[in-house]
């Protein structure tokens, strides 16, 4: 299949014929895994790729094992004539464009079946313990278990020399270093910095259910990091609990509707919880908040957001 001249692969099959070809060729491939509804964040990841590599694949699948039963999984947006149309946009050079789109099925990359349900679910799954558990992991305990699993899967299907992450998914950027490295995938893993809008709003497919208002004040959550790592920088104020109170009531100033699931300071290397910041270590500053969504009163959406606070 072929959509604004990038070809679209939906088997394991067709998209290893594509690979041994490059792999005959000498070329160096370049992997991007994304969920789709593609914006400049995914941009800035395939930008890098597009430099770096003689191949880059994007792949597009929304992943239903880092989904629990009652999370947005029907809701999250997919539109693939949107993502096509904007790969084909990322560059005004044919010869500097997105080379293979794999949009697999979900029976394709989990033909065993994948239910919510974990306890229901068959087949081989990777769990990366040690960094799992905290953040997002302590929120939503079998999604590093769905994000390993298909990172693993496409990794080993697609055979990148390099792969792109965003830092906006922090912890996730640490769980794949970490299984990549203990597996032993031939791939190195690259860390892209977050982009945000002209407001400082962390670029995220999720914000398509954002209305305007409500993503003028969601700008708080940078504002409130920004502002706890001027006190760590410029003040030297290093105590967790402290910020951490100065950032949750910058956020329920903006709006009583916004509801903290949690502000949390972890080590940069294993994710640990810190009391107290090691300026000689600095730390990874991660959020969670949930804001009101276009779906109705009680509807809401959890954005995730994070600061890396510098060793000093």
Known sequence: MTVVDIPVVRTISELRRYRETWRKDGLQVGFIPTMGYLHEGHQSLILRSLEENDVTVVSIFVNPSQFAPGEDLDAYPRNLEHDLTFLYGTTSSAKHRVNLVFAPTVSEMYPSGIPLDVSLQKGAFVNVTGVTEQLEGHCRPAFFRGVSTIVAKLLNVVEPQTAYFGQKDIQQTVVVRKMVSDLFFNTKIVVVPIVRN?????????????????????????????NANLRYVNEKELNVETLTKEIEDEIKGASDEFKVDYVSFNDPEDLHYLDTIDPKKGCFLSMAVYVPNVFGKSGTTRLIDNYVFERQ
């Open 198 to 226: 002209e407001t400082g709003l962390a670029l995220s497919s999720r914000n398509a259910y954002l209305s305007g208002p409500v993503k003028a004040k969601a700008t708080v959550l940078y504002k409130s990091m920004k």
